[in-house]
């Protein structure tokens, strides 16, 4: 079973020409109504409020630092490092995403410096997964094309669990820096990152790989942890917030649609979390219109509320769905989280059989 | 040789603002700058073909709605990733409060 799940899901897999030949790449996504003037004022950036949080955020994350380092060598450090760690393990995702997209700032240095920092944090490639992104924005959840479905069909329990303190994501994230700092990608990476990009990628693995090698020469150095604790180690023990949120965005819902109403959830969060998350949980106004910058995706929710189905009241409502949809699609793989709209709200775009969420085997459905 | 075609009235589109254009099968983006310059491009973005006239216009630059890949539109050229193809860029000129496109350039 597990080889056959990673080979659906591969995009060097038959599914992904399966799903060209079948129209689910690049296809045309139900977008809600939203009138051009009002458009342009949701979309409308602004250096302030990024920078504003941005400021917040480093200082929480330099204060946490500083007080873990203060305390270090007693027990008293632990709360400050946890802090610092879940800012730097978990909450980097969301800065990785909002500048990824150069939706944060409306100047556009900011963005790309955001970017480059959250990337290291999150131990992610820059120019990989900024390219990976575009995919998943094309082919949100479609199977054999989109390569950040972070919950299978059926789930690897194993890893998601493991993931909450990194113990996948960041092996595998310095087996792609080496591999890529020899001048190699995957071939899931080459199927989607242009060949003029890839010097990008070899680059930026050897300038990370160079940090961490200093970081580790230092705490050999000092006989200390606390260079490790201070960079890179927060990707493990501060990775649990990142998992707790993304998996709120698409897991347990409809594969192969062209609807972001059936694969894309919106969660009402407090403002903490929206804060930590930078507004990641209005996903499905995320996904229908990215341009719109976090700052504004509160008002894009109202804006077309009346199309969607009602959000999520909290992450703990997210998860009383999420968690038994995920169980069941351990022996169902055709069952998915179908919500209902609002009365009056545009239907679900399901041009075809094969766009109804199931992600019913392509063959099959091409033939019906 | 220019071959003119009128594309809409000057006052159609607002300032740092786009406008779409189709004609005979193709379709155009239309620009007004802020400082009220009117430009032309294809009307499709070079990357995944989503029409520009629903980005965002900002300065002299359009962003893709759909990537957010972001052109210069003044000279077409593409900006950075995931935009690496210029987007062709089309002569313009208005006379009396008509914009016309010169689509054979």
Partial sequence: MGRERLERYSLTGPENQAAVAAGLAGGAWFRSAVPRKRMKELMRRSDYPAVRDTAIWIGLIGLFAGLGIAFWGSWRAAPFLLAYGILYGSTSDSRWHESGHGTAFKTRWLDESLYQLASFMIMRDPTTWRWSHTRHHTDTLVVGRDPEIAVMRPARLAKLLANLIGLVDVPVAFMLMSRHASGRLTADEADYVPASERHKVYRTARIHLAIYAVTIALAVGLRSWLPVVLIGGPRLYGACLFYVYGFTQHAGLGENVLDHRLNTRTVKMNVVNRFLYWNMNYHVEHHMFPMVPYYRLAELHEEIAHDCAPAYPSLWAAYREIIPAIVRQLKDQEYYVRRELRPGAAPFNEPALINDGRALPLATANAA | ?105
């Fill in chain 2, 1 to 105: 040789m220019a071959h003119w075609i009128t594309a809409c009235e000057a006052d159609d589109i607002d300032p740092e603002d786009v406008i779409p254009f189709a004609h005979e099968g193709r379709d155009y983006a239309i620009y007004r700058s802020p400082d009220d310059t009117y430009y032309a491009t294809d009307g499709h973005c070079t990357h995944e073909k989503t029409l520009l006239c629903d980005g965002l216009v900002d300065g002299g630059t359009i962003e893709c709605p759909k990537h957010n890949g972001r052109f210069d539109y003044t000279s077409g050229k593409a900006l950075g990733a995931p935009v690496l193809v210029d987007v062709r860029t089309y002569p313009v000129k208005v006379t009396d409060g008509t914009v016309y496109l010169d689509v054979e350039s």
